[in-house]
């Protein structure tokens, strides 16, 4: 099951026209070094984040394959640019 956040940000110019960025985020591999603290490097080889919990939970931040924490995991972004006219409404 693939865990899905949108992210709205409102971005404003000298200009006349206002954009919204619509991006998808999602988690990709986890990045965590295991062995760091015997000055080694070793990861677990989680590919993806999957939420333990109900979205909004603290669980939510936590991977049911690793353990980690989200912030582990490799965050990656798409980006759509979308005019304030924009029908942005199902969002």
Same mark, same amino acid.
């Given at each position: 099951?693939?865990?899905?956040?949108? #992210? #709205?940000?409102?971005?404003?110019?000298?200009?006349?026209?206002?954009?919204?960025?619509?991006?998808?985020?999602?988690?990709? /591999?986890?990045?965590?070094?295991?062995?760091?603290?015997?000055?080694?490097?070793?990861?677990? !080889?989680?590919?993806?984040?999957? /939420?333990?919990?109900?979205?909004?939970?603290?669980?939510?931040?936590?991977?049911?394959?690793?353990?980690?924490?989200?912030?582990?995991?490799?965050?990656?972004?798409?980006?759509? /640019?979308?005019?304030? !006219?924009? /029908?942005?409404?199902? #969002?």
């Amino acid at each position: 099951m693939k865990k899905r956040q949108v #992210v #709205v940000k409102k971005i404003s110019s000298n200009r006349t026209s206002r954009q919204s960025m619509i991006g998808t985020v999602r988690y990709g /591999a986890c990045q965590r070094n295991h062995a760091a603290n015997i000055g080694g490097y070793a990861v677990d !080889g989680c590919r993806e984040f999957m /939420a333990s919990g109900e979205e909004g939970t603290l669980a939510a931040t936590t991977c049911a394959a690793c353990g980690c924490h989200r912030s582990f995991h490799r965050r990656e972004v798409d980006d759509q /640019a979308l005019s304030e !006219g924009s /029908a942005t409404s199902s #969002v």
